[in-house]
């Protein structure tokens, strides 16, 4: 290169579109530094980790997955599940299989366990009502007692063994109490000689008659558990007071 053609360069850089030029060059190397260099070691720029599956683990197994890939722990909430056990991750967020930058942050759902269930209030429905809403809860209709009412309707439930608002259990027994509406003018004591014992005391509460006392006799020709004797005589009115004793055949 001739002298004459570097006096023109040197001449060239000193103008105004020299110096833009150079400012211009230097922009864009200082762009692509912070591109390529500099941004990278600060923000760490594709250096990510796939989030895995939490669901089902506890608190301590979910903490201890997270820390391994450096991301942080949120508790975000708590709900009710059918399916995933109480205290376990529920659901995430970010889900499975994101890709994740460390440092960043995992909102983590869990499980409060089955919506726990309530005894409703049966008293004043109808008996085929109560039994339909029993059998709907997943419980069992336990023994059901019929006594008259002066206040309630024939048929309808007058008290339940578990009380309305108590927790319950799918499976749990439930007894019912059923109006036979207004008791007659005159109830008689029944015949209950040679009747089952369970059978015998269904008559007499029926009829509002209280046993005053159960007398077991051993027996090696009678079937256990069958009435032989009834200190009332069948056919007398009950009175109020009134109160009947029972002899019971049992196993010599």
């Known amino acids: 290169m001739n002298n004459k053609s570097l006096n023109n360069n040197i001449f060239f850089w000193k103008t105004i579109w020299g110096k833009f030029t150079l400012l211009l060059i230097g922009f864009i190397v200082f762009v692509l530094a912070m591109d390529k260099i500099i941004m990278p070691v ?3 720029h594709g250096d990510t980790s796939q989030i895995e599956d939490l669901t ?13 890939i450096g991301l942080v722990y949120v508790n975000e909430d708590s709900q009710y599940s059918e399916i995933v056990k109480s205290g376990n991750v529920l659901m995430q967020r970010p889900l499975p299989g994101a890709q994740i930058k460390e440092g960043r942050r995992v909102y983590i759902t869990y499980s409060m366990g089955k919506r726990p269930l309530f005894m409703p209030d049966l008293t004043a429905r109808g008996f085929r009502e109560g ?8 419980l069992n209709l336990g023994e059901i007692v019929y006594r008259y009412s ?16 108590d927790p319950i259990s799918p499976g749990q027994y439930v007894r019912l109490t059923v109006s036979k509406g207004a008791s007659p003018d005159k109830q008689l004591v029944p015949e209950i000689v040679n009747r089952p014992l369970k059978h015998a005391l269904k008559l007499l509460e029926m009829v509002g008659l209280p046993v005053d006392t ?32 029972l002899k019971v055949a049992k196993n010599r």
């Open 150 to 165: 002066s206040t309630i309707k024939k048929g309808t439930i007058s008290s339940q063994s578990v009380p309305p608002a």
């Open 42 to 44: 600060f923000t760490r």
């Open 56 to 68: 089902d683990l506890d608190t301590t197994a979910v903490k201890e997955k997270l820390d391994e």
């Open 131 to 138: 039994q339909l809403l029993i059998k709907q809860l997943g």
């Open 214 to 245: 159960i007398i077991y006799i051993p027996s090696s020709t009678s079937i256990p558990d069958i009435v032989f004797e009834q200190s009332l005589a069948p056919g007398t009115i009950v009175k109020p007071g009134d109160q009947i004793i």
